[in-house]
């Protein structure tokens, strides 16, 4: 494999070590709370949303077909042990992909319509894999800070 991907599949299992960190030291009310209601997402929608769009991206990459209803991960509610089954099932998803896409060309493009894009747009390989990581690291972010918010409202 590629220095390229591995380090791809040790970023994200760096994230996923931080998330069953984190997961099990909030209570289900905690998971669950959002902020301000329907304006912003729960920890663990933030976690189901990462997994679905982490396999979504890899899964493009690799030319896989998916099937994701990605307005269902953001109604989500789950427990910590929910949450850790969805992290270790995508960690054994996405070291597969990630060795699968070490026998493809990185450069080689997929066709694909954005969210809220009115027409599709080539994206290589390797944009799919490091748009999957930046991805998942903005909504880590978010998901500590929500679990700092929770934590504040006592």
């Known amino acids: 494999m590629s220095a390229h991907l591995e380090a791809a599949g040790s970023v994200y299992d760096e994230l996923c070590d931080g998330l069953a960190r984190l997961l099990p030291t909030l209570d289900e009310a905690a998971l669950n709370w959002a902020p301000l209601g329907d304006e912003t997402n729960s920890v663990a929608a933030l976690v189901r949303h990462v997994v679905g769009s982490i396999d979504a991206w890899l899964a493009r990459a690799c030319g896989e077909p998916l099937d994701r209803d ?22 054994a998803e996405t070291r597969r992909r990630l060795e699968r896409l070490a026998t493809m060309d990185l450069a080689e493009t997929v066709r694909y319509r954005r969210l809220g894009a009115a027409a599709e747009t080539d994206l290589s390989r390797a944009w799919c894999v490091e748009h999957a990581l930046i991805h998942a690291g903005e909504h880590w972010g978010q998901i500590q800070l929500t679990a700092q918010l929770r934590r504040a409202e006592g």
């Open 70 to 91: 990605r307005a269902a991960e953001f109604r989500y509610r789950g427990t910590a042990a929910d949450l850790l089954a969805l992290l270790e099932r995508s960690r």
